[in-house]
């Protein structure tokens, strides 16, 4: 069997693997040929592996494939059979974080504010490509028909992973047992890689997306409608 770990970027993909390989001893595999997370911090965090076989295989598996993907609801891999886990946050927030990621290695330019504005904005107006937009990604999960998504929100992943996970699991996969380890810290991540585990908090949007990207965020009618579809509000 497989299970989807669906997300926009930066929205508690990796935090999640981590988080669930501690608590059950499992592997964790993504959709892409290449798993540049686990090539960046590091394979043993999440226990990263390559795919043992096809998506078709791994479907009709009894064992339980954990597989990460970026990618929409729509692309051809993922099967109207399929359960899966869709970790979600606030949309402004992901652009920020995706934003931060693909321009730190400019920081110490002195035009960094332009270079980060631009990423976001075209982050924001993407869609293109198999992740498309934030509003266009998290609907196509949203929009799907049998079996439903867990959905599992950002905010409750960092507040209590333990928990979460286990709820998570527990809604696709009941017959796993967790065997609990103790869990990172976000300072121990951070201190693992500082570049890809950043601030690890809500509403940084407030304070790093400018008035004018905010704006534009919101005039993408994919990312109204699922920002008012998970109750995220513009005044927050």
Known sequence: MIVWLASYPRSGNTFFRVVLHRLYRVPTYTVYDVDGVAEQIGPELMDARARPAAFEQMRDSSEVFYVKTHRRRDDPVVSEQDRAICLVRDG????VSW???GTRHLADQP???DRFAAEARTIITRRTGGTG???QNVRSWQESTAPAPVWVRFEDLIAV????VQAAVTAVAPE???QPAPLPSFNDLQAHDPDFFRTGTTGTHRTELP???HDLFWRQP???EAMHHLGYRRTT
């Open 92 to 95: 402004r927030d992901s652009v």
């Open 133 to 135: 937009g934030w509003g």
């Open 161 to 164: 992973p333990e928990s979460t």
């Open 211 to 213: 008035p004018d990207l």
């Open 176 to 178: 796993l047992t967790p």
């Open 111 to 113: 035009d960094y504010a």
């Open 222 to 224: 994919d990312n109204a």
């Open 99 to 101: 934003a931060r990621l």
